[in-house]
Antibody
Framework: EVQLVESGGGLVQPGGSLRLSCVAS????????MNWVRQAPGKGLEWVAN????????YYVDSVKGRFTISRDNAMNSLYLQMNSLRSEDTAVYYC?????????????WGQGTLVTVSS | DIQMTQSPSTLSASVGDRVTITCRAS??????LAWYQQKPGKAPKLLIY???SLESGVPSRFSGSGSGTEFTLTISSLQPGDFATYYC??????????FGGGTKVEIK
């Protein structure tokens, strides 16, 4: 069974930093693109960033470029999101998400999410 | 960037109803479209990928259709567990991924 378990969320002041982690199990982590998707309270879904299997290819939504960094450690079956210069609009539940098996970038497995609150 | 527009934003229906949700893309995405169901306090769940392929384990009352810029998700006979919010997502490339705004299916 595929499992994705996020951690690292919490309350942080504007301008602060936070590092999210996601531990994967139940599949060969190094074979998959991985993603972070977020959802602000009461709002819709927003893709944040993704990373390819060996970590060399990364993409970000425009609103986090230059502030967030996605990375992975295939030996530890782990995905990370380093978030710097946090803003109130970054407040959201952050989901660790796996790409689907078939060709294309859809999301077939989601973690339970970790809440990030940016507030003074 | 490709914008995804879902309609309606809210839909009131009864158990047993046939329900259709529409998703429009601002430019052609071929059939690179997925549908998700999300219940309150839970992570989204994949229902459909590549516009019409049913994810394993998803009931056959869910179906997807469309190509290019217009897509639909149909629930043939609404069940009590189907009251939720539904999102479409385009995946034209790894570098630009966008979701629709969501459609909340409520009990009539």
């Amino acid at each position: 069974e595929v499992q994705l378990v996020e951690s690292g969320g919490g309350l942080v002041q504007p301008g602060g930093s936070l590092r999210l982690s996601c531990v994967a199990s139940g599949f060969t982590f190094s074979n998959y693109w991985m993603n972070w998707v977020r959802q602000a309270p009461g709002k819709g879904l927003e893709w944040v960033a993704n990373i390819n299997q060996d970590g060399r290819e990364k993409y970000y939504v425009d609103s986090v470029k230059g502030r967030f960094t996605i990375s992975r450690d295939n030996a530890m079956n782990s995905l990370y999101l380093q978030m710097n210069s946090l803003r109130s609009e970054d407040t959201a539940v952050y989901y660790c998400v796996r790409d689907g098996v078939a060709p294309g970038v859809y999301f077939d497995s989601w973690g339970q999410g970790t809440l990030v609150t940016v507030s003074s | 960037d490709i914008q995804m527009t879902q309609s309606p934003s809210t839909l009131s229906a009864s158990v047993g109803d046939r329900v259709t949700i529409t998703c429009r893309a601002s430019q052609s995405i071929s059939t690179w479209l997925a549908w998700y169901q999300q219940k309150p306090g839970k992570a989204p769940k994949l229902l459909i990928y590549k516009a019409s392929s049913l994810e394993s384990g998803v009931p056959s009352r869910f179906s997807g259709s469309g190509s290019g810029t217009e897509f639909t998700l149909t629930i043939s006979s609404l069940q009590p567990g189907d009251f939720a919010t539904y999102y479409c997502q385009q995946y034209n490339s790894h570098s630009h991924l966008t979701f629709g705004g969501g459609t909340k299916v409520e009990i009539k």
